[in-house]
């Protein structure tokens, strides 16, 4: 592929990435908003996390430094990620099946998860989620759930609802009580279940929502970070290969100066001129780059 070639199809690449073929089935989940960095990793391939990409079976999220991601699964309720966690979608149910039950299986690798149902989309049917953790695996019946898993311990928060929790060599345990804490330490076992203070339940929850300012994006941000603005095509293609390994979800803009073809090396979909700011001092200080603007669509 030429590189007049190689400019067009990355120009485009956002689009296609987020928006699903009538052909293909319902996604399984979608990206609602991230704190960049972050990569999807689908079929052995990685490549930057778009606020708006639709996910499916097997796709693989991961947050990176001071990252975070907020996913909306199909019937509607919301996966929150925190910093760099390794989380995977297993099986999803794209819509209700006919014992009316939506089916879900989702995979914490590492890092601080969360799931809740939320009231902006209402779901009347049941659900059956589990929770797959390193050792613990959790059964969810329509709940408000935080866990993170580590080399050290798996913790698993009960909000509100009700859990079924398994762990290998052990009997299941049903957790039920609203703010009660599990721990499955590496070298110390299964501790009891306890109740979790309120400032403890905070800091928790604090790991895995997206702070304002820090470099948020979502599919209604209306800011964007150009990140180089050149006439020459190998440049502006070498600035976006770097932001899309960097874990950015860098896209390509043709604009004319002068009669002149300049090539726009740009991010989208920040939520605030704050959070531009961020992205662009992050690019200047971990990519070295120099020319890095903000500006509001």
Known sequence: MNALSRVAVVALML??????PAALAAPA?????????????????????????QLRDGDRIDPGSGARALLRLSEGSMVKLGEKAHFSLGAVSSARGADGL???????????????TTALYKYRGRR????????VTAGIRGTDLWGKASAEREVVALIEGKITLTRRGAQALIMDQPKSLFQAL???GVLPVEPIADDVLERYAAETEIRAGQGAAGKAGRWRVYAARTRAQPEALAVYDRLREAGYPAAIQLAQKDGTTVYQVRITGLLS?????????????????????????
């Open 15 to 20: 689009p296609a990435l987020t928006a699903a």
């Open 29 to 53: 989940a979608e990206v609602e908003a991230l704190q960049m960095p972050a990569w999807l990793v689908r079929d052995g391939k990685r490549s930057a996390l778009a606020p708006g990409a």
């Open 102 to 116: 939506f089916r879900a299986t989702m995979n914490v690798i590492e890092g601080a998860f969360r799931f809740t």
């Open 128 to 135: 059956e989620i589990e929770v797959r953790f390193p050792s």
């Open 186 to 188: 590496k070298d110390a």
């Open 273 to 297: 001129e704050a959070d531009g700011v961020s992205v662009a001092i992050k690019l200047k200080s971990e990519l070295g780059l120099t020319e890095v603007s903000v500006s509001q669509i």
